[in-house]
């Protein structure tokens, strides 16, 4: 069994907060290795959110009596919470939204339809999520704008060489990824957003990978849009962050009409409501709000310094092992990476197809993702249909990364 890492986490405690991870699979105890794709949740997280239906159920922001009122209470300390978190220089700059996907598509509507035009061109990287890809080739399509896109290297880190060369007095906006979900590179965003603000161009930071496993601080960065999900930072889905720098919200337009949006409605006209109600038309996802803010104070219970150095000393570890095993290709080799890694695995016939893989290794309790993690042009550019992903929390341990690499090797014995 492996020595245990000596860092500021106890890991087993740590694991007793999380009711999921007693679970068995199989007859066999839960390996959980998709944190990428969603986080588990701590029990206060659970039970706040019960808690929330059981004393506080109403609608927020809409009544003058106590339930309403302690509600919209709760959910505005949240919104304190997640400004305190990446440091937003204030409350109004704090947009809840559905997720990461919803604050770029609300960006790229609205900053989009009011600022770009004909000619102006977006730039984004070869590495990003469908989510940072879609919407501004939709936003191209309707303003006539031409997308971008900077190469990456067989390391997978943006080649800055080249992302210098596309940058000019035509940029209107940078679509970046802070952590790549697929390969773990760490992007120097601070560098980027700088350069791109040489141009007089904007930066919207795509900061869902990042928000589980380290401090953000977006006045420090000088990012003018940040996003994040709340399922990945241990919070509850359907709930998310768009941070905005506020002279930038306050000239773009609605995304949504409806109520709480609004100051004055007639027929004849609309004026809109102030920031940041003024993107969060309807009933928001007031159990998530209450959940994420839960989240975010387990984290910062727990600290974000002692998470990174942690999940480090976690990634090298798993680094290693898995390149023990003969006929393993890890996809993503950069320098500076948070804990994810993409790898082939072939057999003595060749490279097992990663979804026969995930097969077999769900079969012996443990979960990584397989597919092409809704990054399809990353790869291609790496020649592969998918990759198996192993991406990893504060709950994990060396313990299960040894019982990957043995049902790895069983995966393998059973392709040969």
């Not at 105890?29 to 029990?43: E, G, H, V």
């Not at 469908?130 to 919407?135: A, D, L, W, Y």
């Not at 031409?146 to 080249?162: K, M, N, Q, S």
């Not at 998918?386 to 014995?413: F, G, H």
């Amino acid at each position: 069994m492996s020595t245990t890492p000596a860092v500021g986490i106890n890991v087993q405690t740590l694991r007793a907060d999380f009711p999921i991870l007693a679970t068995t699979v199989y007859g066999k105890p839960l390996i959980y290795l998709d944190n990428a794709n969603t986080s588990q949740k701590p029990r206060r997280v659970i039970e706040v959110i019960d808690m929330y239906y059981r004393t506080m159920n109403s609608n927020v922001h809409r009544g003058n009596y106590f339930l309403s009122q302690q509600v919209t209470l709760a959910v505005e300390s949240v919104r304190r919470k997640v400004q305190k978190f990446i440091n937003a220089a204030e409350e109004r700059e704090i947009i809840f939204v559905r997720g990461t996907t919803e604050a770029i598509n609300l960006v790229a509507t609205s900053f989009g339809e009011y600022s770009v035009r004909e000619g102006d061109e977006i730039i984004i990287s070869a590495m990003e999520h469908h989510s940072n890809i879609v919407p501004w080739q939709m936003l191209c399509a309707r303003r006539g704008a031409t997308l971008r896109v900077i190469p990456i290297t067989d390391a997978g880190e943006v080649c800055l060489e080249d992302y210098e060369r596309l940058l000019s007095g035509r940029t209107k906006l940078v679509a970046i990824t802070h952590i790549s979900n697929t390969l773990g590179t760490i992007n120097p965003v601070q560098h980027i957003i700088r350069r791109a603000h040489d141009y007089g161009a904007v930066v919207l930071v795509d900061g869902a990978q990042a928000a589980p496993h380290m401090a953000i601080d977006v006045q420090a960065l000088d990012a003018d849009f940040y996003a994040f999900s709340g399922h990945k930072v241990f919070g509850p889905t359907g709930i998310g962050v768009l941070y905005g720098k506020a002279r930038l919200l306050e000239a773009m337009p609605p995304y949504h009409g409806g109520g709480a949006m609004i100051d004055s409605v007639t027929f004849e006209k609309t004026t809109y409501n102030v920031l940041p109600f003024k993107f969060e038309a309807g009933t928001p996802h007031v159990e998530g709000i209450i959940g994420l803010g839960a989240a975010l104070d387990y984290v910062q219970s727990v600290g974000l310094d002692a998470i990174s150095e942690y999940e480090h000393d976690l990634l090298c570890y798993a680094t290693d092992a898995l390149q023990s095993l003969d006929g393993m290709r890890i996809i993503g080799t950069a320098p500076e990476k948070a804990s994810v890694i993409s790898f082939m695995l072939a057999g003595s016939s060749g490279e097992i197809h990663p979804h026969d893989v995930g097969t077999i290794l769900d079969n012996e309790g443990i979960a990584i993702r397989t597919g092409h993690h809704c990054t399809q042009p990353l790869m291609r550019r790496f020649g592969v249909p998918a990759t198996c992903r192993v991406s990893l929390a504060m709950y994990n341990t060396r313990e299960e990364i040894d019982m990957l690499v043995r049902a790895l090797r069983k995966v393998q014995t059973l392709f040969s």
